[in-house]
Antibody, heavy 119, light 109 residues
Protein backbone atom coordinates (compact mmCIF):
# COMPACT_ATOMS: atom_id res chain seq x y z
CA UNK A 1 0.00 0.00 0.00
CA UNK A 2 1.37 3.38 -1.01
CA UNK A 3 1.78 5.74 1.93
CA UNK A 4 2.99 9.33 1.97
CA UNK A 5 3.35 10.95 5.36
CA UNK A 6 4.22 14.61 5.61
CA UNK A 7 5.73 16.23 8.67
CA UNK A 8 7.35 19.47 9.73
CA UNK A 9 4.42 21.83 9.53
CA UNK A 10 4.39 24.55 12.19
CA UNK A 11 3.57 28.13 13.09
CA UNK A 12 6.44 30.36 11.96
CA UNK A 13 7.03 34.08 11.75
CA UNK A 14 7.27 35.90 8.43
CA UNK A 15 10.77 35.84 7.01
CA UNK A 16 11.74 32.65 8.81
CA UNK A 17 12.47 29.21 7.35
CA UNK A 18 10.91 25.79 7.66
CA UNK A 19 11.68 22.35 6.23
CA UNK A 20 8.96 19.88 5.38
CA UNK A 21 9.54 16.16 5.01
CA UNK A 22 7.58 13.38 3.35
CA UNK A 23 8.20 9.74 4.19
CA UNK A 24 7.24 7.41 1.36
CA UNK A 25 6.54 3.70 1.46
CA UNK A 26 4.77 1.00 -0.50
CA UNK A 27 6.39 1.73 -3.85
CA UNK A 28 9.84 2.00 -5.39
CA UNK A 29 10.61 5.57 -4.41
CA UNK A 30 13.52 6.14 -6.75
CA UNK A 31 11.42 5.08 -9.75
CA UNK A 32 9.16 8.11 -9.48
CA UNK A 33 9.14 11.86 -9.66
CA UNK A 34 7.51 13.56 -6.68
CA UNK A 35 5.51 16.76 -6.16
CA UNK A 36 4.61 19.25 -3.49
CA UNK A 37 1.15 20.82 -3.72
CA UNK A 38 -0.36 23.31 -1.30
CA UNK A 39 -3.81 24.55 -0.38
CA UNK A 40 -4.52 27.67 1.59
CA UNK A 41 -7.41 27.19 4.05
CA UNK A 42 -10.69 27.37 2.15
CA UNK A 43 -8.94 27.88 -1.20
CA UNK A 44 -8.01 25.78 -4.22
CA UNK A 45 -5.01 23.61 -4.92
CA UNK A 46 -1.73 25.17 -6.01
CA UNK A 47 1.09 23.12 -7.52
CA UNK A 48 4.39 24.08 -5.84
CA UNK A 49 7.23 21.95 -7.15
CA UNK A 50 8.29 18.70 -8.78
CA UNK A 51 11.53 16.72 -8.64
CA UNK A 52 12.55 13.91 -10.96
CA UNK A 53 13.57 10.49 -9.72
CA UNK A 54 17.23 11.41 -9.38
CA UNK A 55 16.85 15.11 -8.60
CA UNK A 56 18.22 16.07 -11.98
CA UNK A 57 15.09 17.80 -13.20
CA UNK A 58 13.33 20.26 -10.89
CA UNK A 59 10.55 22.77 -11.49
CA UNK A 60 8.88 25.38 -9.30
CA UNK A 61 5.80 27.55 -9.40
CA UNK A 62 6.62 31.21 -9.96
CA UNK A 63 5.17 32.03 -6.53
CA UNK A 64 7.92 30.09 -4.71
CA UNK A 65 10.83 30.24 -7.13
CA UNK A 66 13.99 31.46 -5.41
CA UNK A 67 12.56 30.87 -1.92
CA UNK A 68 11.69 27.16 -1.84
CA UNK A 69 13.98 24.23 -2.60
CA UNK A 70 12.76 20.70 -3.27
CA UNK A 71 15.07 17.76 -2.68
CA UNK A 72 14.99 14.04 -2.07
CA UNK A 73 16.99 11.30 -0.42
CA UNK A 74 16.31 8.04 -2.23
CA UNK A 75 18.25 6.06 0.36
CA UNK A 76 15.78 7.25 2.99
CA UNK A 77 12.68 7.18 0.75
CA UNK A 78 12.13 10.80 1.67
CA UNK A 79 11.12 14.02 -0.04
CA UNK A 80 11.82 17.47 1.35
CA UNK A 81 10.76 21.07 0.87
CA UNK A 82 13.01 23.76 2.28
CA UNK A 83 11.01 26.97 2.60
CA UNK A 84 12.88 30.24 3.17
CA UNK A 85 11.72 33.85 3.47
CA UNK A 86 8.23 32.69 4.37
CA UNK A 87 5.31 35.03 3.79
CA UNK A 88 1.78 35.13 5.14
CA UNK A 89 0.53 33.96 1.73
CA UNK A 90 2.52 30.74 2.13
CA UNK A 91 0.09 29.68 4.86
CA UNK A 92 -1.41 26.42 3.62
CA UNK A 93 -1.70 22.69 3.93
CA UNK A 94 1.27 21.20 2.09
CA UNK A 95 0.74 17.86 0.38
CA UNK A 96 3.34 15.44 -0.84
CA UNK A 97 2.23 13.61 -3.99
CA UNK A 98 3.58 10.83 -6.13
CA UNK A 99 3.96 11.21 -9.86
CA UNK A 100 2.22 8.78 -12.17
CA UNK A 101 4.83 6.82 -14.11
CA UNK A 102 6.32 8.60 -17.12
CA UNK A 103 5.39 11.99 -15.71
CA UNK A 104 1.76 11.85 -16.71
CA UNK A 105 0.41 13.45 -13.58
CA UNK A 106 -0.24 12.66 -9.95
CA UNK A 107 -1.71 9.54 -8.40
CA UNK A 108 -1.15 9.18 -4.66
CA UNK A 109 -1.41 11.95 -2.09
CA UNK A 110 -0.40 12.35 1.52
CA UNK A 111 -2.71 13.76 4.16
CA UNK A 112 -0.90 17.10 4.33
CA UNK A 113 0.89 19.16 6.95
CA UNK A 114 -0.16 22.67 7.95
CA UNK A 115 2.20 25.61 7.68
CA UNK A 116 1.04 28.84 9.27
CA UNK A 117 3.05 32.00 8.69
CA UNK A 118 2.09 34.67 11.18
CA UNK A 119 3.66 37.03 13.66
CA UNK B 1 2.10 31.66 -16.27
CA UNK B 2 -0.71 29.55 -17.68
CA UNK B 3 -4.17 30.14 -16.23
CA UNK B 4 -6.49 27.13 -16.09
CA UNK B 5 -10.21 27.82 -15.98
CA UNK B 6 -13.02 25.59 -14.71
CA UNK B 7 -16.72 26.20 -14.06
CA UNK B 8 -17.00 27.52 -10.48
CA UNK B 9 -20.03 25.40 -9.71
CA UNK B 10 -22.42 22.90 -11.24
CA UNK B 11 -25.51 21.13 -9.98
CA UNK B 12 -26.71 17.69 -11.07
CA UNK B 13 -29.54 15.41 -10.01
CA UNK B 14 -28.84 11.92 -8.66
CA UNK B 15 -28.57 9.49 -11.54
CA UNK B 16 -27.92 12.26 -14.01
CA UNK B 17 -24.95 13.11 -16.18
CA UNK B 18 -22.74 16.16 -15.94
CA UNK B 19 -19.62 17.35 -17.77
CA UNK B 20 -16.97 19.53 -16.19
CA UNK B 21 -14.49 21.33 -18.41
CA UNK B 22 -10.96 22.67 -18.13
CA UNK B 23 -9.55 25.37 -20.41
CA UNK B 24 -6.06 26.78 -20.79
CA UNK B 25 -5.20 30.43 -21.34
CA UNK B 26 -2.52 29.36 -23.82
CA UNK B 27 -4.94 27.76 -26.26
CA UNK B 28 -6.56 24.42 -26.93
CA UNK B 29 -5.91 21.70 -24.39
CA UNK B 30 -4.31 18.71 -26.11
CA UNK B 31 -3.01 15.37 -24.94
CA UNK B 32 0.38 17.01 -24.47
CA UNK B 33 -1.03 18.86 -21.47
CA UNK B 34 -1.56 15.46 -19.80
CA UNK B 35 -4.86 16.55 -18.21
CA UNK B 36 -5.49 15.15 -14.76
CA UNK B 37 -8.70 15.27 -12.75
CA UNK B 38 -8.89 15.09 -8.98
CA UNK B 39 -11.72 14.96 -6.48
CA UNK B 40 -11.61 16.56 -3.06
CA UNK B 41 -14.26 16.16 -0.41
CA UNK B 42 -14.55 18.51 2.52
CA UNK B 43 -11.78 18.01 5.05
CA UNK B 44 -10.01 15.36 3.01
CA UNK B 45 -6.89 15.19 0.88
CA UNK B 46 -7.40 15.19 -2.88
CA UNK B 47 -7.92 11.90 -4.65
CA UNK B 48 -6.76 11.33 -8.21
CA UNK B 49 -9.41 10.20 -10.72
CA UNK B 50 -8.05 10.59 -14.25
CA UNK B 51 -4.61 11.10 -15.79
CA UNK B 52 -3.35 11.66 -19.31
CA UNK B 53 -6.78 13.00 -20.33
CA UNK B 54 -8.72 9.75 -20.23
CA UNK B 55 -6.93 7.08 -18.20
CA UNK B 56 -8.63 5.97 -15.01
CA UNK B 57 -6.65 4.97 -11.96
CA UNK B 58 -7.33 1.49 -10.63
CA UNK B 59 -9.63 2.90 -7.94
CA UNK B 60 -11.62 5.24 -10.18
CA UNK B 61 -15.25 4.19 -10.68
CA UNK B 62 -16.26 3.57 -14.29
CA UNK B 63 -18.87 6.35 -14.10
CA UNK B 64 -16.01 8.87 -14.28
CA UNK B 65 -14.60 9.41 -17.75
CA UNK B 66 -12.12 11.90 -19.12
CA UNK B 67 -11.83 13.27 -22.63
CA UNK B 68 -10.74 16.15 -24.82
CA UNK B 69 -13.73 18.12 -26.03
CA UNK B 70 -13.81 21.27 -28.11
CA UNK B 71 -10.31 22.39 -27.15
CA UNK B 72 -10.80 21.66 -23.47
CA UNK B 73 -10.25 18.76 -21.14
CA UNK B 74 -13.51 17.31 -19.88
CA UNK B 75 -14.62 15.10 -17.01
CA UNK B 76 -17.99 13.40 -17.44
CA UNK B 77 -19.85 11.80 -14.56
CA UNK B 78 -22.60 9.41 -15.64
CA UNK B 79 -25.15 8.03 -13.22
CA UNK B 80 -24.13 10.53 -10.55
CA UNK B 81 -24.25 9.29 -6.96
CA UNK B 82 -24.82 11.42 -3.85
CA UNK B 83 -21.26 10.68 -2.75
CA UNK B 84 -19.95 12.39 -5.88
CA UNK B 85 -20.71 15.77 -4.33
CA UNK B 86 -17.25 17.31 -4.02
CA UNK B 87 -14.81 19.82 -5.46
CA UNK B 88 -13.18 18.72 -8.70
CA UNK B 89 -9.86 20.06 -9.92
CA UNK B 90 -8.14 19.72 -13.23
CA UNK B 91 -4.37 19.79 -13.52
CA UNK B 92 -2.47 20.60 -16.71
CA UNK B 93 1.20 20.42 -17.68
CA UNK B 94 2.27 23.56 -19.54
CA UNK B 95 5.63 22.28 -20.71
CA UNK B 96 7.67 23.29 -17.70
CA UNK B 97 5.36 23.17 -14.72
CA UNK B 98 1.95 21.96 -13.62
CA UNK B 99 -1.03 24.24 -13.07
CA UNK B 100 -4.31 23.57 -11.28
CA UNK B 101 -7.63 24.99 -12.28
CA UNK B 102 -9.65 26.86 -9.70
CA UNK B 103 -11.93 23.90 -9.08
CA UNK B 104 -15.59 23.11 -9.75
CA UNK B 105 -17.92 22.62 -6.82
CA UNK B 106 -20.32 19.87 -7.82
CA UNK B 107 -23.61 19.74 -5.96
CA UNK B 108 -25.81 16.65 -6.21
CA UNK B 109 -29.37 17.73 -5.61
Amino acid sequence: EVQLVESGGALVQPGRSLRLSCAASGFTFDDNSMHWVRQAPGKGLEWVSRISWNGGNIAYADSVKGRFTISRDNAKNSLYLQMNSLRAEDTAFYYCAKDVSLGLGIDYWGQGTLVTVSS
Amino acid sequence: QTVVTQEPSLTVSPGGTVTLTCASSTGAVTSGYYPNWLQQKLGQAPRALIYSASKRHSWTPARFSGSLLGGKAALTLSGVQPEDEAEYYCLLYDGTSWVFGGGTKLTVL
